[in-house]
């Protein structure tokens, strides 16, 4: 077998957990090297909490994790691989790391000694608040009533599974004394919320941010990581949320200097219109801009807007802000800000205070910290980007625009100063100094943290008139794109990352590629979805509140059949009970509202679930075809648009699957490739493997012809002609292959058909890749393109 290219032609991602370990990873080996991928592309592999079902709660990153099958096991899957031709790509943690002292023996240490620990400097841990101790939001209530359950024993102090290492000395303290000497603090888990003094992942308080930044903290995280790249036991890395480093920038500089340079992505999410930075020394992103794009073009605009009233009517007055996105995203976001990321807010608004207060710069003296407190939080809630990264950047983050709306948040004028001081620190206006540099750090960090929970975890949650939009990536308020602004996009990609990511199901995603599919067809029949829903609602009781029926019936629309109904209720409840929490209008995560999630869970039962469900059920089945254009030309498209396609787990066939944990289910191999319900109801064909046909054609044809889609290869747009044209995408990849897919079939059905839309190839003979024997030349008709599958590969013939 040749070795795995450098850039891989495609990856094929596994989720490894207890349940799926290095062992059975290599047992699929032979099956993914068949199904024509270049590279495995792991989920983290570094040692975590034990039992993670995700790895990224990273405990020590010197070690591979035992649980999957420890060193060892990772070197035999890489030789296994290496047979087969194929190369191992890992996902890699450097932003945090599990806040679990008993199982991270740095944190250990830390918790110990205090900061003359050696491995203080890991942990963005903020010493001067809270007396100089950790705050370890671990009980169950106040102190005053959880005291009889914290233990000493020996140089360990227990609560419950939790153990803390003891301060030198002080293990015969009487309890009060003993507490007060640690260099934590146990603490009621709710004051998290407000109180909590060292930097977490978004807003989960078991991962603590790490201090990537230094240099020393860099080498000891990533020695382990190094030497199998070294020593050729993986080849690639993806980098997981780089958006929570101080400094993501110099960060990957040194990445790409510590690694040779090898093929790298980022897991960034781009809003629409703004661009990865180009001085960054990686591949490109992940891919969930691609997403954005793929699904955006089986999306009718028109009908989204219809859809958008539909919704309306139907939830009001209970949809946010009368269902408008940007509306729901600014609320979200001072949501967030006051309640979820509170503590993160005091501690910028801290950096600025003290900046302020000791600067020599006279314009920033006299500044209350309520007063900069409001104006970070109403410059941070107009961000419409993740975070800047320099002060060049913040200038285009940071508008005047923003500034101008956050003033009027000042009843008086001379306190609305507040907003020019901080935006001109953001700008570096004031310099360089270590205070005015921290200031800038924490507050694109806190940015970063606010984007995700505000957009991805919770107007996702309220803002539901299309659910296939609501995606990690995605324009909820204006999903639809059009061909001539996909093709801008794909030459763009081809120009400046022609090795980026991309994918359609990510671990991450909220519905699977397969799920959101058949979601988008609605743009295309907004009126028949409105009035097959109101006819299963009616009589269906309770309903919790029209939002959340609106966005279940689209649930089990999405899914579709999935095997037996008892665990088909089951996941759709599930995901819905994480909806209703995420969304935090009449329950969350920290505030549960039985009586609310009950009323939830028995209207799946009886509606969405029960027999009402079928109406929708017979309305699915009518607009199969259509879900099946939808799924075979989004395939296609991922598979061969310009960057490297990532495949998730399963998805070479069709794969239905709702948000984590459905999406994160083991997968198996040979014979049904899905994990969960077989993705495609376990019929064992269909259109799930009319898909693994496609799929298994476009990567045969990359792994062949890897020049015709590389780095080094072109993207050209193909137009069709006639009354239809606007429901053909085609273009071609090096004048050597043709991709050309249905869009909006069911319009298409509806005006008339194809008639005599045609699409002009390039000179010569075209054959079809997945049909031997039809071959085409010059003006195609359209009907004939398409007379066996709404999605066509063809190949250049030897002339």
């Keep these: 077998m040749p070795p795995a290219p450098a850039v ?197 308080s078991e991962l603590i941010g790490v201090r990537v930044e230094d240099p020393e903290v860099f080498e000891a995280t990533h020695a382990k990581i190094l030497e199998l790249l070294h020593e050729g036991v993986v080849d690639g890395l993806r980098v997981d949320h780089p958006d929570g480093l101080a400094d993501p920038g110099g960060y990957l500089r040194r990445l790409h200097e510590a690694t040779g340079g090898r093929w790298t992505v980022v897991e960034k999410i781009l809003a629409d219109g703004e661009a990865l930075p180009a001085s960054w020394p990686v591949a490109g992103t992940t891919g969930y801009d691609a997403l954005r794009h793929v699904d955006g073009l089986f999306m009718d605009p028109a009908g989204f807007g219809e859809l958008l009233d539909r919704y309306r009517a139907f939830a009001a007055p209970q949809t946010d802000r009368g269902g408008d996105w940007d509306a729901t995203v600014r609320r979200a976001a001072y949501k967030v800000l006051t309640q979820e990321l509170a503590a993160e807010t005091d501690r910028l608004t801290r950096v600025a205070a003290r900046l302020c207060a000791t600067s020599p710069e006279t314009a920033l003296r006299d500044r209350a910290p309520w007063a ?163 006819e299963a609602s009616r009589g269906v009781e309770p309903v919790p509140d029209a939002q959340l029926a609106w966005a279940a019936w689209q649930t089990v629309f999405g899914l579709g059949p999935a095997g037996d109904e008892r665990a088909r209720e089951e996941r759709v409840r599930e995901a819905l009970l994480k909806h209703v929490r995420e969304a935090g209008l009449f329950t969350s995560w920290t505030e549960q509202e039985p009586p609310y999630e009950e009323a939830v869970a028995r209207f799946v039962a009886a509606g969405p679930c029960g027999v009402p469900g079928r109406k929708v059920a017979e309305l699915r089945e009518t607009l199969e075809p259509h879900i099946r254009a939808n799924v075979l030309g989004a395939a296609l498209v991922h598979l061969t648009m310009p960057g490297v396609p990532d495949l998730y787990q399963g998805t070479e066939r069709e794969y239905r699957a709702l948000v984590d944990p459905d999406n994160r289910t083991p997968p198996r191999f040979g014979g049904n490739e899905n994990g969960g319900d077989g993705g495609d109801g376990g019929d064992g064909g269909g259109s799930g493997s009319e898909k693994e046909a496609v799929t298994r054609a476009a990567l045969a044809l990359r792994a062949r012809r890897p020049e015709v889609f590389g780095t080094s290869a072109s993207y050209e747009p193909l137009g069709a002609v006639g009354p239809a044209a606007d429901h053909c995408l085609a273009f071609t990849r090096s004048g050597e292959v043709v991709t050309a897919v249905t869009r909006l079939s069911l319009r298409l059905a509806e005006s008339g058909g194809w008639r005599d839309t045609r699409l002009p190839l390039p000179r010569g003979r075209w054959a079809d890749v997945r049909e031997p024997g039809r071959e085409f030349e010059g003006e195609v008709r359209a009907a004939e393109l398409f007379a066996a599958s709404p999605a066509v590969l063809l190949e250049r013939l030897p002339e």
């Design 372 to 534: 900069l407190r409001t104006a970070l939080t109403e410059l941070l809630v107009r961000l419409e980007v993740y975070r800047p990264y320099s002060p060049e950047d913040a200038a285009t983050v940071v508008t005047e625009e923003a500034a101008a709306e956050a003033r009027r948040a000042f009843a008086v004028p001379e306190e609305a100063g507040a907003v020019d001081v901080v935006r001109d620190l953001l700008l570096g206006r004031y310099g360089d100094g270590p205070a005015q540099v921290e200031f800038r750090t924490r507050f694109a960090q806190t940015a970063s943290a606010l984007r995700a929970k505000s957009v991805e975890d919770t107007a996702f949650y309220r803002y539901v008139p299309l659910l296939s939009a609501t995606e990690v990536g995605g324009e909820p308020g204006g999903p639809a794109v059009g061909p001539n602004r996909f093709h801008a996009y794909c030459a763009r990609v081809q120009r400046d990352w022609p090795a980026t990511g991309t994918v359609l199901s990510t671990h991450d995603a909220k519905r699977s590629a397969d799920v959101r599919a058949a979601l988008h067809v609605l743009t295309e029949c907004p009126g028949r979805w409105a009035d097959v829903l109101a």
């Design 8 to 204: 891989p032609t495609a990856t094929y991602r596994l989720q490894l957990q207890p349940d799926f370990p290095f062992s059975a990873a290599t047992t699929a080996v032979p099956h993914l090297a068949a199904l024509g991928v270049s590279h495995l592309h792991l989920s983290p592999v570094l040692e975590a909490v034990p039992g993670s079902q995700h790895g990224y709660d990273v405990v020590d990153p010197t070690r591979v994790r035992e649980e999957l099958g420890g060193e060892e096991g990772l070197r035999e899957l890489s030789r296994t691989a290496r047979d087969h031709g194929l190369g191992l790509i890992l996902d890699i943690v450097p932003n945090h790391m599990a806040m679990s002292p008993r199982h991270n023996p740095a944190l250990w240490e830390v918790l110990r000694d205090g900061p003359s620990s050696p491995r203080a400097r890991w942990f963005d841990i903020d010493w001067e608040a809270q007396g100089g101790q950790v705050l370890l939001p671990v009980l169950g209530g106040p102190l005053g009533e959880e005291a009889d359950r914290l233990k000493a024993d020996g140089d360990v102090l227990r609560y419950h599974e939790h153990a803390f290492p003891l301060r030198e000395g002080t293990a015969g303290l009487p309890l009060p004394q003993l507490l007060d000497a640690q260099w934590y603090r146990p603490v009621w888990w709710r004051l998290a919320r407000t109180e909590l003094n060292y930097r977490r992942f978004f807003s989960i």
